[in-house]
């Protein structure tokens, strides 16, 4: 498995499994997309940028249904830690989506606030020190 830049070319694959809707051809443009690349097929992207409080924000990550279970969002989180070194990389998700915060407590991410009244379902802020 590859991960690079996203390019507008890879929209098209990344729209068939984006479950947060919305088409990511600004953030394709402005750098913040990354893609998983296996099998010559998209198995994932993340989203990441530095809108939260101007610190390292991972704002989406999702894996290809096809793919799923080959360790693809982990690969891609720990590449975007990479690029965050000696700083705190900030993440959230849905107080529900047990997935991801397994995979948030396998990295050793650490909570760090809750947002409640926002949606739903409260909204869990992880932090992790790298």
Not at 61 to 73: C, E, L
């Given at each position: 498995m590859i991960i690079r830049q996203a390019t507008l070319e890879d929209e098209k694959a990344i729209d068939a499994f984006d479950q947060f809707g919305g088409y990511r051809n600004l953030e394709i443009i402005r750098n913040e997309v990354w893609v998983a690349v296996l099998e010559d097929k998209i198995a994932g992207f993340v989203t990441f940028d530095r809108s939260f409080y101007e610190r390292p924000f991972l704002r989406?990550?999702?894996?290809?249904?096809?793919?799923?279970?080959?360790?693809?969002?982990?690969?891609m989180?720990?590449?975007?830690?990479?690029?965050?070194k000696d700083e705190k990389l900030f993440?959230?998700?849905?107080?529900?989506?047990?997935?991801m915060i397994t995979l948030l407590n396998q990295l050793n991410y650490k909570m760090a606030g809750i947002i409640n009244e926002l949606q739903e379902v409260a909204?869990?802020?992880?932090?992790?020190e790298l």
């Open positions: 989406y990550i999702i894996t290809n249904p096809d793919f799923r279970r080959k360790n693809v969002a982990k690969k989180m720990i590449f975007i830690e990479e690029k965050c993440t959230s998700t849905e107080a529900d989506n047990l997935p909204e869990v802020i992880y932090c992790k």
